[in-house]
């Protein structure tokens, strides 16, 4: 820790012990220090009963957004789509009672809405390719109804390619 940083810290620290005699009851006091864009001389010093989320709020309720761009909600979203993408995967599931389990479930359940839209895309493709066989067998069919069975039959075909089935 550089010497500025530390004589601060040390100041800061005898500043807390004055200011919080001043604060009504139930209230919670952090100094805060930071430097825009470098760590070097970040500095979070609480009083020893707060509490880092209740601050959290307090900057919530004074502006603090999630619309802004930080490396804390960068890092949160990435978590959730990795969830997301491991959840779709069927592997590596969170600890149990991890607050990522939501997000992987979600991910688990999606896939397997997938699977089962898959299974009856491909059902309705083959049965369409059997009534058109079923038709010409017969001998008589009408061929507008054959043009929207191979049209039906083409979206069916792009639409399980592009799903990998």
Request: overall charge negative; glycine content about 6%; charged content about 25%.
């Amino acid at each position: 820790m550089s010497a500025q940083k530390e004589l601060f810290r040390a100041v800061a620290i005898d500043a807390i012990s004055d200011m919080a005699q001043y604060l009504p009851s139930n209230c919670e006091l952090l100094v805060v220090a930071c430097r825009p864009g470098r760590k070097d001389f970040d500095l979070v010093l609480p009083s020893p009963e707060s509490n880092l989320n209740n601050a959290l709020d307090a900057l919530r309720r004074n502006g603090l957004s999630i619309d802004g761009d930080n490396a804390y909600k960068r890092d949160l979203l990435d978590a959730v789509v990795g969830a997301l993408a491991l959840g779709a995967q069927n592997s590596n599931p969170p600890p149990t009672g991890h607050w990522c389990q939501r997000f992987w479930d979600i991910g688990r359940e999606e896939r397997g809405l997938h699977e089962e839209l898959v299974a009856a895309l491909k059902l309705n493709r083959e049965n369409l390719r059997a009534c058109q066989a079923t038709i010409h067998l017969a001998g008589g069919f009408d061929p507008a109804y054959v043009d929207d069975a191979q049209a039906a039959m083409a979206v069916a075909d792009a639409v399980l390619a592009k799903a990998g089935a």
